[in-house]
């Protein structure tokens, strides 16, 4: 079992930074491969990104490529989400997820966090 608390989402302008923390449970937080998804209102859940579990691999979204990066600190139990140069349309609840391997689809992460809201204003 693994417990997923995300934080660091809040208000920001349009060309701001964000740095998002996901905050996991458990001794085994190494073996799992760790995305960041989001959700903005009457949308599907999206991919932004994922990481292996020693932090070797990473995977992208094309709309978040150059601007965004993940990584992930096993030491602290903890994934991290560095968005820079952020626009209006990054508006999201974002989630981080934990699942075997570096995937997209969203089905495929079996722990998920309760989100934090991103706000971009224009």
């Known amino acids: 079992q693994v417990q997923l608390v995300e934080s660091g989402g809040r208000l920001v302008q349009a060309g701001g930074s964000l740095k998002l923390s996901c905050a996991a449970s458990?001794?085994?937080?190494?073996?799992?491969?760790m995305g960041w998804f989001r959700q903005a209102p009457g949308k599907e859940r999206e991919f932004v990104a994922a990481?292996?579990?020693?932090?070797?691999?990473?995977y992208y979204a094309d709309s978040v490529k150059g601007r965004f990066t993940i990584a992930r600190d096993n030491a602290k139990n903890t994934v991290y989400l560095q968005m820079n140069t952020l626009k209006p349309e990054d508006t999201a609840v974002y989630y981080c997820?934990?699942?075997?391997?570096?995937?997209?689809?969203?089905?495929?992460?079996?722990?998920w966090g309760q989100g934090t809201q991103v706000t971009v204003s224009s």
């Open positions: 997820a934990a699942g075997g391997f570096v995937v997209v689809r969203p089905t495929m992460y079996t722990y």
């Open positions: 458990g001794r085994t937080f190494s073996t799992y491969a």
């Open positions: 990481i292996s579990g020693s932090g070797g691999s990473t």
